[in-house]
């Protein structure tokens, strides 16, 4: 029993002729008493008997009938609530950032156009990312620029700035610019040394023969950040970490250093699988970006 079979059932069950049934299938009337004949016999019942000219329902073929109509609604229903869902290939999709608040902005968007996707958030060095990227462990990537393996796809976003936020208590927040030299001996807050940023700050910071005194070294820019805003020291954090709101107790500076300065890249494998959703949230986070 299928379902071509089950369709041509309950046609002819309206009609209750064959000629007319065949027509609304746009079939034979062969065709359809040859489906039929194998709809009865794959369930051993007769359905049709003859009267007069025409046909009717065997008793068997009544409650078949009944269950046949039952089954085809169900169908409909299924199909009906399946269509938001087309075009539709997956449940979630995996993202690795260099800083959460890098897709922030296009989180609460993506889960209201489809609260049926997870979109499944994890932050990771720019290396981290590429790695799982490259072992498909994640579908899209947003990294501090660095060379990227050549099956990767690649939009420049924007240009990120390392700058430094001090508490409104610190005797520096007179200074409209601030000089790398003016950080020596201050208490500095920064992100550890497995990072990329890091890295750079310290590769820079170096190069001038600046020393500050690193009191904090955190896993994140929020939590960089934070200690900065309880006026505890000095972070060193991304530009990028206010685009979607302002400083609250303390002074960004830059410190014009143009190792400071990095391209934001959005990543992903050139084969991806590119289904409404993703081609979406790839589209938004473009659009954020770019458009400013």
């Known amino acids: 029993m299928n379902f071509k079979q089950l369709q041509s059932f309950l046609v002819l069950c309206d009609e209750l002729h064959y000629g007319r049934a065949a027509n609304r299938l746009f079939i034979t009337q062969p065709s359809l008493s040859q489906q039929i004949k194998q709809l009865e016999s794959s369930l051993k019942i007769i359905l049709f008997k003859r009267k007069g000219r025409g046909i009717e329902l065997t008793k068997a073929g009544n409650i078949l009938q009944q269950h046949a109509t039952t089954i085809m609604l169900n169908l409909k229903s299924a199909e009906s609530e399946l269509r938001p869902y087309r075009h539709q290939q997956r449940d979630t999709i995996s993202l690795g950032v260099s800083g959460s608040h890098l897709v922030l902005p296009i989180f609460k968007r993506f889960a209201e156009r489809y609260p049926e996707i997870s979109l499944n958030v994890k932050e990771f060095s720019s290396e981290g990312t590429i790695k799982r990227l490259n072992?498909?462990?994640?579908?899209?990537?947003?990294?501090?620029?660095?060379?990227?393996?050549?099956?990767?796809?690649?939009?420049?976003?924007?240009?990120?700035?390392?700058?430094?936020?001090?508490?409104?208590?610190?005797?520096?927040?007179?200074?409209?610019?601030?000089?790398?030299?003016?950080?020596?001996?201050?208490?500095?807050?920064?992100?550890?040394?497995?990072?990329?940023?890091?890295?750079?700050?310290?590769?820079?910071?170096?190069?001038?023969?600046?020393?500050?005194?690193?009191?904090?070294?955190?896993?994140?820019?929020?939590?960089?950040?934070?200690?900065?805003?309880?006026?505890?020291?000095?972070?060193?954090?991304?530009?990028?970490?206010?685009?979607?709101?302002?400083?609250?107790?303390?002074?960004?500076?830059?410190?014009?250093?143009?190792?400071?300065?990095?391209?934001?890249?959005?990543?992903?494998?050139?084969?991806?699988?590119?289904?409404?959703?993703?081609?979406?949230?790839?589209?938004?986070?473009?659009?954020?970006?770019?458009?400013?």
């Open 135 to 292: 072992d498909n462990a994640i579908d899209i990537g947003i990294v501090y620029q660095k060379q990227l393996p050549p099956h990767l796809s690649s939009t420049l976003l924007f240009e990120d700035e390392i700058i430094a936020a001090i508490p409104f208590s610190h005797p520096l927040t007179k200074y409209q610019t601030l000089k790398p030299e003016h950080l020596n001996d201050q208490p500095v807050i920064i992100l550890n040394d497995s990072l990329l940023l890091r890295n750079v700050i310290t590769s820079e910071l170096t190069k001038r023969k600046i020393t500050p005194n690193i009191i904090c070294e955190l896993d994140n820019h929020y939590s960089c950040l934070e200690y900065a805003e309880a006026q505890i020291g000095i972070a060193f954090i991304m530009r990028s970490l206010f685009r979607s709101s302002p400083p609250k107790n303390v002074h960004l500076i830059s410190l014009g250093i143009p190792a400071f300065f990095h391209p934001v890249i959005l990543v992903h494998h050139r084969d991806l699988l590119l289904d409404e959703p993703t081609r979406y949230l790839l589209g938004q986070i473009k659009d954020f970006y770019t458009s400013e």
